[in-house]
């Protein structure tokens, strides 16, 4: 993987991740889950980071015959020295976990804003700090975070969640110019709403913030102002970050 890769063409090979290990976060599930299959599919040693030990346990079967391996890591991303102390050594970090609440901002509780807050942006922040000396040590390393379009665009009812994204994308911004030098990208992928557990829980939550029924939520709301109109798989999120993980970025 050290050697240069030549231009992406029509006959150019498949990633290919091999010696190569891999950290990412929230992976017990929806797009986390599928990263994690998508980096073992390129050969990485992928160490799949979540507090949800259940949903861990349950990438063992479609992890067997990849390529690469899947080692399991029960984490709480609240601990903050443990998730510095968890990125030491990776080669990748993707920064994907993350959790939702839909609720007026009079109404917010401040402990879940302070929770995601922490899980989405200072655990971030973390993680890169305990990856960039190896990264540095080796002249590359690789950094995606899955922000979102509440990256780059507020919803109302979403304070925690935007002011998260939002300050995930100044991260990954400053990593990115810190890092270029050292052979370090950092970028992130800003997906529109995604089949995942996440979008599935807060269609009650919508439904009553904006006082219509749950079964006109996705149509009224989440695809409201999508081109296209259908929710994005988790594997397509999944490619955009391997792509970002290659020797082309
Ligand atoms: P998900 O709920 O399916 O998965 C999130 C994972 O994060 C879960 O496995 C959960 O256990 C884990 N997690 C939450 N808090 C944690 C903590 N304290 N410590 C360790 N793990 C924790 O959600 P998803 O839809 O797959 O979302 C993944 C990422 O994608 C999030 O950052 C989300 O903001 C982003 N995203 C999702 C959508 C979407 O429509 N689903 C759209 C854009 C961006």
Partial sequence: MTAPSPLPGPHAPSLDLGGRTALVTGAAGGIGRACVLRLAAAGAKVRAVDRDAAGLSALAEPAAGLPGTVEAHVLDLT??????HAAAGTDI???NAGLQLVRPL???PPDVFHTVLTVMLEAPFRLIRG????MYGQGWGRIVNISSVHGLRASAYKSAYVAAKHGLEGLSKT???EGAAHGVTSNCVNPGYVRTPLVEQQLADQARAHGIPEERVLTEVLLQDTAVKRLIEPEDVAEAVAYL???HT
């Fill in 131 to 134: 990856a960039l000396p190896h």
């Fill in 79 to 84: 601990d903050l020295d443990a998730a510095e």
């Fill in 175 to 177: 990593a990115a110019l």
């Fill in 93 to 95: 970090l993707v920064n």
């Fill in 245 to 247: 993980c290659g020797p």
């Fill in 106 to 108: 009079e109404e917010f």
